[in-house]
């Protein structure tokens, strides 16, 4: 897979200022995170991808694997109310005091994230759901994410 620039510049540059436009009340049009939540759940998954919570197993099973990597790479967006089987019932508390801190972990793994592949977009890591993904599928995978994300809480 060739890398979609547009979604890792979106990535680097774009979604941390959606975010911001976020009120921090905001209710969100489906699902039971709050917005500092959701932000910490975004930081989460980037952890997934450059290691950072390397207590990653693929969790698809084989023979569904491929057809949810194909899913990955559309643009088919994640429907509404996705559910996250690593995910309990009820979000988490958050870790960070105040929302902008989270915002800026958030920042700080963006560009973790765009630093772990540097100079080998080629290197794998685990994704539980869709397999041993590298840095082109990452970017695909956590545009998707983030869209679905800024959606819930009507930033786009």
Known sequence: MQLNTEKEE????????????IDEDQEPVWGKMNVHQMVEHMTDSIRIANEKNKENKII??????????????????FKENTKNVLLAE????????????????LDNE???FHTFFKGDHDK?????????LNYAEWVQLLHKHALHHLKQFSAI
């Open 90 to 105: 009820e979000p988490p508390p958050v870790r960070n005091e105040f929302l902008e801190d989270a915002i800026l972990e």
């Open 110 to 112: 963006i560009a973790d």
């Open 60 to 77: 698809t099973p084989p023979e569904r694997l491929e057809l949810s990597y194909q899913f990955m790479m559309s643009d088919k967006p």
């Open 124 to 132: 794998r890591t685990t994704n539980p759901f869709f397999g041993y």
């Open 10 to 21: 979106f990535l680097l540059n774009e979604f941390i200022l959606l975010v911001k436009t």
